[in-house]
Nanobody
Framework: VQLQASGGGLVQSEGSLTLSCAASVSIFTFDAVGWFRQAPGKQRELVASISRGDATNYADSLKGRFTISRDNAKNTVYLQMNKLKPEDTAVYYC?????????????WGQGTLVTVSS
């Protein structure tokens, strides 16, 4: 299983970016696909996730600005980020997880850097 994250870049404060996470297998393989981020000197944190049944979950501080969605035909999960702030600067990682035979499997993409300038 491979996850290819893309879409990061440099954007000004209040701007928007859309990140993509393309899976090498059907995203229905996974119980959930999500985005995490890690800012310099900080721990990795959950940004948003979407389950196989399309239930979404967001970090409380990001609700209303970020939207996670999926395109099943393209095996891709998106993260639409609006009204970006300098504190959103981080490496964003795509993650997919599934439990099979009571064993958890966790997959990570390579990360894509988002830099928000003030």
């Amino acid at each position: 299983v491979q996850l290819q994250a893309s879409g990061g870049g440099l954007v000004q404060s209040e701007g928007s970016l859309t990140l993509s996470c393309a899976a090498s297998v059907s995203i229905f393989t996974f119980d959930a696909v999500g985005w995490f981020r890690q800012a310099p000197g900080k721990q990795r944190e959950l940004v948003a996730s979407i389950s196989r049944g399309d239930a979404t979950n967001y970090a409380d501080s990001l609700k209303g600005r970020f939207t996670i969605s999926r395109d099943n035909a393209k095996n891709t999960v998106y993260l639409q980020m609006n009204k970006l702030k300098p504190e959103d600067t981080a490496v964003y990682y795509c993650n997919a997880g599934v439990v099979k035979d009571k064993r958890p499997y966790d997959y990570w993409g390579q990360g894509t850097l988002v830099t928000v300038s003030s």
